[in-house]
């Protein structure tokens, strides 16, 4: 087991005295930035000329400045721009970086896959909050805090580990617990779970289950409902307490069914599928077609998005989802009294 870093683990020192860019004002970039500040952290945002960022951060109390002289007055610069275009960025501060000085990322991949072949002479860390920006920053107004997965790619200073905890505890992720990982483990089973599980397999699970009732000629509306809107109820339950509290939740029939016609569905040739999947994330195949996928301007990228987006599940969704907003908007009107 990895071992699991706490408030009591980190010495904010390592952090306290440093200047932190923060390249990118998005999901993370504002959610670090904020946190580090008030945390007392000297921070400044570095933001190209005319970013549509710059004005939220400058609203927010933060020093904005270009990504270059952000890095070159930083001694910890956090790459949380976009990752398709970190490397472009990493071109221009490159020349910025002194000796000791350390490169934070919130994602591995292009450390990995060596898109960005950082100097021998700097600390290249990583602090990657398991949750979007928005709730990074939401936990810590609420003294919460987000669980972070910290690695060390490479320490040059010797001190690389604890100043990466030390920036992990300053944005709130000590409170919830801090595990330690490599910037390997971290992108390849990123990449997995995304593709595989969470986005990819979801998603073609989801629209097989919906194509199988409706071409057998039940209403799309009752297909959107089994195959799509009840999901997130099933997924609220495993996330609150594992597979037993979702099998407990649900009638016998369906946990008999479900257990007797599971693994019928997602069967041992998925089990290959995956493995096929996993092989092109670990031998770089996958990263490549990206990367190049990116250079060609996102031709394929762009058709299938737009296939997904005519696929007729979101049309039916689009419809019933109007149907139910009055009782979001209740629940959100509800959440919003509690909060204050
Ligand atoms: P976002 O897409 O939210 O970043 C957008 C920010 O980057 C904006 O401020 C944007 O400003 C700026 N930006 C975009 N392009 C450029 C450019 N060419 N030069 C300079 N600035 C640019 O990124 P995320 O926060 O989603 O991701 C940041 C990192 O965090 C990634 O490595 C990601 O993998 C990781 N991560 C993300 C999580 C998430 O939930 N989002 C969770 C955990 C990790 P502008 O107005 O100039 O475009
Ligand atoms: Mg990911
Ligand atoms: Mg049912």
Redesign the pocket.
């Known amino acids: 087991t990895q071992p699991v870093y706490h408030e009591s683990d980190a010495d904010r020192r390592h952090i306290t005295d440093k200047t932190v860019a923060v390249?990118?004002?998005?999901?993370?970039?504002?959610?670090h930035a904020q946190n580090l500040a008030d945390s007392g952290v000297d921070v400044v945002v570095?933001?190209?000329e005319?970013?549509?960022?710059?004005s939220?951060?400058e609203a927010d109390g933060l020093r904005v400045t270009t990504?270059t002289e952000a890095a070159s007055e930083a001694d910890v610069v956090s790459?949380?721009?976009?990752?398709t275009?970190?490397p472009?960025?990493f071109e221009d501060i490159e020349p910025e970086l002194d000796a000791g000085d350390t490169l934070q990322?919130?994602?591995g991949?292009?450390v990995h896959y060596g898109q960005i072949e950082p100097p021998e002479d700097v600390d290249v860390t990583m602090i990657?909050?398991?949750?979007?920006?928005h709730l990074v920053r939401r936990n810590y107004q609420a003294d919460e805090g987000t669980p972070a997965l910290l690695a060390v790619y490479q320490n040059a200073t010797g001190t690389a580990r604890q100043e990466a905890l030390a920036y992990g505890d300053a944005i709130g992720c000590a409170r919830a617990g801090i595990v330690e990982t490599t910037f390997r483990e971290e992108t390849e089973t990123?990449l997995f779970g995304e593709q595989a599980v969470l986005c990819g397999g979801i998603a073609e699970l989801t629209k097989m289950g919906y194509e199988t009732l409706v071409d057998a000629g039940y209403s799309p509306e009752m297909a959107y409902f089994e195959c799509m809107n009840e999901i997130k109820l099933i997924v609220d339950l495993m996330y609150e307490g594992g597979l037993a509290a979702m099998w407990n939740s649900v009638s016998d029939t369906a946990e008999y069914g479900g257990l007797t016609r599971g693994e019928r569905v997602v069967d041992e040739s998925v089990r290959e599928n995956m493995e096929e999947v996993l092989d092109e994330v670990q031998n770089g195949t996958f990263a490549t077609e990206w990367v190049a996928e990116n250079q060609a301007g996102r031709p394929s990228y762009r058709q299938r998005r737009k296939a997904e987006q005519n696929h007729d599940i979101e049309d039916v969704g689009e419809r019933l989802r109007d149907l139910f907003a009055w009782a979001e908007e209740t629940e959100t009107a509800e959440t919003d009294r509690e909060t204050e």
Request: proline share 10%; charged share 15%.
């Open positions: 390249l990118g004002y998005g999901s993370q970039g504002h959610a570095g933001l190209r005319d970013s549509s960022s710059r939220a951060a990504p790459v949380l721009v976009p990752d275009v970190q472009a960025v990322f919130a994602h991949f292009n990657a909050p398991k949750a979007p920006g990123d």
